[in-house]
C-alpha cells in the first residue's frame, strides 16, 4: 500500500558528490519518520541517516559533516546529500519510511523501504 522509489545512485569519484531521493507513495495517512540505510557486499545494513517528524536529523558518525539529510514534506520526499564521498560509501542505499496508513476504515504503522539504489565511489 505504500511504495518508496530511489534514484540518484552512480558512479563517482573520490570527493565528489551525489543527491539521493526517495518518494513515497499509496495510502498514506502520515509519515512518521524517512531515512536513509546502506549495505555494502558482506556487510549488514547499517543507518546512515534518519529524520523524525518534527525532530532532528540523527546521523552514523562516519558520515557526520559530509551528510545532509533532508525532506520535502509536501512531496513525501525525502533527499540525501552526500559530499566528499570516499571509497567506502560505495554501499546500495536504501531509503525507509515510518508510515501510518489509512487502510479499510482503520488506520495502522507500517514500516517500509524501497528496492535500493547503488552508489559507488571510486578513481
Known amino acids: 500500500q505504500v511504495q518508496l522509489v530511489e534514484s540518484g545512485g552512480g558512479l563517482v569519484q573520490p570527493g565528489g558528490s551525489l543527491r539521493l531521493s526517495c518518494v513515497a507513495s499509496g495510502s498514506i495517512f502520515s509519515i512518521n519518520a524517512m531515512g536513509w540505510y546502506r549495505q555494502a557486499p558482506g556487510k549488514e545494513r547499517e543507518l546512515v541517516a534518519v529524520l523524525v517528524s518534527g525532530g532532528t536529523p540523527n546521523y552514523a558518525d562516519s558520515v557526520k559533516g559530509r551528510f545532509t539529510i533532508s525532506r520535502d514534506n509536501a512531496k513525501n520526499t525525502v533527499y540525501l546529500q552526500t559530499n566528499s564521498l570516499k571509497p567506502e560509501d560505495t554501499s546500495v542505499y536504501y531509503c525507509?519510511?515510518?508510515?501510518?496508513?489509512?487502510?479499510?476504515?482503520?488506520?495502522?504503522?507500517?514500516?517500509?523501504w524501497g528496492q535500493g539504489t547503488q552508489v559507488t565511489v571510486s578513481s
Open positions: 525507509n519510511a515510518k508510515v501510518t496508513v489509512y487502510s479499510g476504515s482503520r488506520y495502522y504503522e507500517g514500516d517500509y
